[in-house]
């Protein structure tokens, strides 16, 4: 899976082993195909949505908000270039990014 954000595109690694994209794995946005520190990703929980599918406590790509977690302090916060950027997922490498 790559992500875009700002017309960059970044590799998915499946970092916690789950076979699926979640909080803990990691964009490598160095290029060099390793999870380092600054690459994690985390989620934020999307609010009174368990009515429409969502489950609380999982990550959900239909409804809550992956980030790059790059100090892993587990907050979307602003800072340093890259540090807590949203990244969403594309369909596929083939897909054309979305505006």
């Given amino acids: 899976m790559l992500f875009q954000e700002s017309g960059e595109s970044f590799l998915w690694i499946d970092a916690d082993g789950s076979g699926g994209l979640s909080a803990g794995d990691a964009v490598d946005l160095d290029g060099d195909l390793i999870a380092d520190a600054g690459e994690s ?4 929980e999307a609010d009174n949505t368990d009515q429409y599918g969502n489950v609380p406590g999982a990550y959900s790509m239909a409804f809550d908000f992956l980030y790059n977690d790059a100090d892993g302090d587990l907050q979307r916060d602003f800072g340093p270039r890259l540090s807590g950027r949203t990244i969403r997922p594309m369909a ?3 897909s054309s990014p979305t505006t």
Avoid: C, D, N, T
């Avoid at 990703?41 to 934020?44: D, F, I, M, Q, S």
């Fill in 41 to 44: 990703l985390a989620y934020l």
């Fill in 92 to 94: 596929s490498a083939s």
